[in-house]
């Protein structure tokens, strides 16, 4: 009867440690699944980001480059007026 108690209560006694040191290594398991998935999803932002820098950069080139002929096409314009200014004037004082 002795023997019977004593194997139930270290049958007992194994399955309660078995379990902390399952629980244990399951949590441990988990966490670096989780720190997998998070540089996982860094790396995704990461790239992203770089991605987005080098498109922020030549639309800022191409910017520059509509300004440029912003700039050409008003200077432009302003020569035509002045050469058109003398004309309309004048035609308007001969009627």
């Given amino acids: 009867m002795n023997e019977v108690i004593i194997t139930a209560v270290i049958s007992f006694i194994s399955t309660i440690v078995g379990y902390k040191v ?46 440029k002929h912003i700039e050409k096409l008003e200077g432009e314009l302003y020569s035509f007026r002045q050469q058109m200014a003398p004309t309309t004037s004048r035609r308007r004082t001969t009627k």
């Fill in 22 to 67: 399952g629980s244990k290594k399951n949590k441990a398991e988990a966490n670096k699944i989780e720190i997998e998935n998070v540089k996982e999803v860094i790396s995704v932002y990461v790239d992203t980001i770089n991605d987005l820098k080098i498109e922020v950069r030549e639309l800022k080139e191409r910017l520059a480059t509509y300004q």
